[in-house]
């Protein structure tokens, strides 16, 4: 079980809500970390050594699906 401060739970939700709307406007993959001070951020491009979670771009669905029915 994972124990977190209100203060820093607020934090983690404020950067994963960044990091699902920059995933968003960029395509890419976004990565979410923490300063040296203990904010959480959240950023596209390189990873680095302090990545503690990454966040996929959103996979978009076909409009029509094409299924065929056998017989």
């Known amino acids: 079980m994972m124990r977190l401060t209100l203060e820093t739970a607020e934090e983690m939700g404020e950067a994963l809500l960044d990091a699902v709307e920059l995933a968003r406007k960029t395509n890419e993959e976004v990565t979410l970390t923490t300063t ?18 990454t966040v996929d771009p959103p996979i978009e669905m076909p409009d029509t699906p094409k299924l065929k029915a056998v017989s």
Do not use: E, I, M, N
């Open 36 to 53: 040296r001070s203990g904010k959480w951020v959240a950023f596209s491009g390189d990873h680095d050594c302090g990545t503690r979670l």
